[in-house]
């Protein structure tokens, strides 16, 4: 990583993750895999602060620790990049079980339980598919329709005043960290 740590993929351990390689990665994984209108990729750093904003509106109420949860919630995808759902599939099993011990490693490393609860995460399901609707309709070029068939309709209130953002890698790395600072501030 470029703060210096090494991380086995294999055995990650939270004393091997910062939130600087986190952001700076996820800087810089397109979504969509980059297909997507605009001067820069829509990052998974963007996505996650979408996300973790989304989140806020569909739970007001919830401990500060879960919008942490929601922020990181693709953050293994800042070493194992973003793969679209039918290609995560193909890869089999594998996948799942090197995404879910590197966000046990992650979660740990910020005081987070290692697996979120279900109810928690149905919640950040939630809220990302509202934002990949919003991605779809605003960067995509899906219409409302066929974006509503993939992803459900939003609750136009939830959504209402937020506007797709495409940043530089260092704008966007700089807000992820930013936001990750002022919740961990408030846990």
Same mark, same amino acid.
């Given at each position: 990583m470029l703060s210096g740590r090494r991380l086995d993929l294999l055995d990650p351990t939270p004393? =091997?993750?910062e939130i600087e390689d986190?952001?700076?990665?996820?800087?810089f994984v397109a979504r969509w895999n980059g297909q997507t209108e605009g001067d820069f990729a829509y990052s998974v750093a963007e996505h996650s602060l979408l996300v973790e904003e989304l989140f806020g509106r569909i739970a007001p109420k919830t401990p500060v620790k879960w919008r942490l949860a929601a922020l990181l919630h693709d953050a293994p995808e800042y070493v194992i990049g973003d793969m679209i759902s039918p290609v995560k599939s193909a890869v089999g099993p594998g996948y799942g079980a090197l995404d879910d011990r590197l966000a046990a490693a992650i979660h740990i490393r910020f005081g987070l339980p290692a #697996?979120? @609860? #279900? &109810?928690?995460? %149905?919640?950040?399901?939630? #809220? =990302?598919?509202?934002?990949?609707?919003?991605e779809a309709t605003q960067i995509a070029g899906f219409s409302e329709t066929e974006a509503s068939k993939f992803f459900g309709r939003p609750d136009k209130a939830v959504i209402d005043g937020l506007k797709i953002r495409l940043r530089p @890698?260092?704008?966007? %790395? *700089? #807000?992820? &960290? *930013? %936001?990750?600072l002022e919740l961990i501030a408030s846990l």
């Open positions: 004393v =091997d993750i986190i952001a700076h990665g996820l800087a #697996a979120v @609860p #279900a &109810t928690v995460k %149905r919640q950040i399901k939630k #809220a =990302d598919k509202i934002s990949a609707w919003m @890698p260092v704008e966007v %790395r *700089q #807000a992820y &960290t *930013q %936001r990750h």
